[in-house]
């Protein structure tokens, strides 16, 4: 029986939304123990990722400037790859080895489902061993 990232992907996300106050978001990275989350709008389409290395950005550049300022929007990345949730998991290693993502939002029918990291590949894989 072939595995898809659909079985082994977090589903239960912590989002931001682009317009939340970026302190806010650092915080909840922070708090939640988190590397990373998706950015939903309104509608709950994924319009972007804000990472801890996107926090990382904020906190150096505000040594020169007044304060941890800004929204989601003006810190997350947009144009977000992500991976389909039929993709057999064997095949999505590939994705993880060429890019230097940790996490792809995952997919179904153009609705955000869910989350896969590298370390959900891994423990995939190595249960196989």
Same mark, same amino acid.
Request: aromatic share 6%.
């Given at each position: 029986?072939?595995?898809?990232?659909?079985?082994?992907?977090?589903?239960?996300? !912590?989002?931001?939304?682009?317009?939340?106050?970026?302190?806010?978001?650092?915080?909840?990275?922070?708090?939640?123990?988190?590397?990373?989350?998706? =950015? =939903?709008?309104?509608?709950?389409?994924?319009? &972007?990722?804000?990472?801890?290395?996107?926090?990382?950005?904020?906190?150096?550049?505000?040594?020169?400037? +007044? &304060?941890?300022? &800004?929204?989601?929007? +003006?810190?997350?990345?947009? &144009?977000?790859?992500?991976?389909?949730?039929?993709?057999?998991? !064997?095949?999505? =290693?590939?994705?993880?080895?060429?890019?230097?993502?940790?996490?792809?939002? !995952?997919?179904?029918?153009?609705?955000? !489902?869910?989350?896969?990291?590298?370390?959900?590949?891994?423990?995939?894989?190595?249960?196989?061993?």
């Amino acid at each position: 029986m072939t595995r898809t990232i659909a079985d082994i992907m977090t589903t239960e996300l !912590v989002t931001f939304h682009p317009d939340q106050n970026i302190n806010q978001a650092i915080y909840t990275l922070l708090e939640k123990r988190i590397s990373g989350a998706p =950015v =939903v709008d309104d509608a709950g389409q994924l319009v &972007g990722i804000l990472s801890r290395k996107d926090c990382l950005r904020v906190a150096f550049s505000s040594r020169y400037h +007044d &304060g941890w300022d &800004g929204q989601v929007r +003006d810190h997350m990345v947009t &144009g977000v790859k992500t991976l389909d949730a039929s993709l057999d998991i !064997v095949d999505a =290693v590939q994705f993880f080895l060429d890019a230097t993502y940790r996490r792809f939002p !995952v997919m179904r029918d153009g609705e955000l !489902v869910g989350l896969v990291s590298r370390h959900d590949i891994l423990v995939a894989l190595s249960n196989n061993l």
